[in-house]
């Protein structure tokens, strides 16, 4: 059973800031699409941001310009830093690790929460 991570979740107060990280010991990031989703409570799982096997990112429009995914190869981590954090981003946050193109899986992790709250 693959175990996705994810760490870094909390409250912070509008306008700051968080990362979250994602790892795993039993995959290798570099051979999946990876990506962050959020489900805030009551509404559809959506995504946040991706990062493609070959390093192409997209993001939610909600997003843009305030958080960056990032893949490190080397520690098999998948970050996502959130800056100008609003109320409207507090959500459960998950891993994602996508390989159903290639046929090696689709996997997630549990969540972690993050709520923006003054």
């Known amino acids: 059973q693959v175990q996705l991570v994810e760490s870094g979740g909390g409250l912070v107060q509008p306008g700051g800031s968080l990362t979250l990280s994602c790892a795993t010991s039993?995959?290798?990031?570099?051979?999946?699409?990876t990506g962050w989703y959020r489900q805030a409570p009551g509404k559809q799982r959506e995504l946040v941001a991706s990062?493609?096997?070959?390093?192409?990112?997209k993001y939610g429009d909600s997003v843009k310009g305030r958080f960056t995914i990032a893949r490190d190869s080397a520690k098999n981590t998948v970050a996502l830093q959130m800056d100008n954090l609003k109320p409207e981003d507090t959500a459960v946050y998950f891993c994602?690790?996508?390989?159903?193109?290639w046929g090696i899986g689709d996997y997630w992790g549990r969540g972690t929460q993050v709520t923006v709250s003054s």
């Open positions: 994602n690790a996508d390989g159903s193109n």
């Open positions: 039993q995959i290798h990031f570099n051979f999946y699409n």
């Open positions: 990062i493609s096997r070959d390093f192409v990112t």
